[in-house]
């Protein structure tokens, strides 16, 4: 079974702190992602990587940055968090070599508050 | 503009009867469309998926649906049960990249 773990179930930070979100796969995937989770937006892409060292923005990458430094860990960073990043943020990942028509195996989720 | 459109935030259904979830894109060019399921406070888990070339797929009491000149796509739980309560997203691809729709809860009432 595909295993996708994040770092935190639950955050708590202050505005302006730097906030960094961790998330291992051990199923060697190539693709990894990280979406947000707000109540009637559905899940939104901020960034993923099909390699690693490569990234990609998503469709709301402003305010974060990703690190993907080993094929295994893809981390999310919020350089200043502002209380409008409170959310719910998802790690997934997929195999990556099938050329589209791939499943995306999520992590349990963070839930992040910015005070 | 949203290219995944999932009309009903919520649904109800009693236990044993049939849920059915809808999903409307718009590009056609999509060719790769998923269900998943979520539970509060937890990840998304895959629930079944349909490629472009079909338009029915089953897995148990889970059947998702395509009718490509619509650009419709639906998910069946037959039967129901209180388990199945959950909010449910469909995701469309032609890429890597998923796109989701905004997800309808769905509540199963004995």
């Known amino acids: 079974d595909v295993k996708v773990t994040q770092s935190s179930r639950y955050l708590v930070k202050r505005t302006g702190e730097k906030v960094f979100l961790e998330c291992v796969q051990d199923?060697?995937?190539?693709?990894m992602f990280w979406y947000r989770q707000d109540p009637g937006l559905g899940l939104r892409l901020i960034y993923f990587?099909?390699?690693?060292?490569?990234?990609e923005k998503g469709d709301i990458p402003e305010g974060y940055s990703v690190s993907r430094e080993k094929k295994e860990r893809f981390s999310l960073i919020l350089e200043s968090a502002s209380t409008n990043q409170t959310s719910m943020y998802l790690c997934a990942s997929s195999f990556g070599l099938a050329g589209g028509q791939e499943t995306q195996y999520f992590g349990p989720g963070t839930r992040l508050l910015v005070l | 503009d949203q290219q995944v459109k999932q009309n009903s935030p919520s649904l109800s259904v009693q236990e044993g009867r049939i849920s059915i979830l809808n999903c409307d894109y718009t590009?056609?060019?999509?060719?790769?469309f998923l269900w998943y399921k979520k539970y509060p406070a937890e990840g998304p888990t895959f629930l079944i998926s349909?490629?472009?070339?079909?338009d029915k797929n089953e897995d148990g009491r889970f059947t998702v649906f395509l009718n490509k000149s619509a650009k419709h796509l639906s998910l069946h739980i037959v039967p129901s049960q209180p388990g199945d309560s959950a909010v449910y997203f469909c995701a469309v691809t032609n890429t890597d990249k998923l796109i989701f729709g905004t997800g309808t809860r769905l509540q199963v009432f004995p």
């Open positions: 199923m060697d995937h190539e693709n």
């Open positions: 349909i490629s472009s070339i079909k």
């Open positions: 590009n056609s060019m999509f060719d790769y």
């Open positions: 990587s099909y390699d690693v060292k490569m990234k």
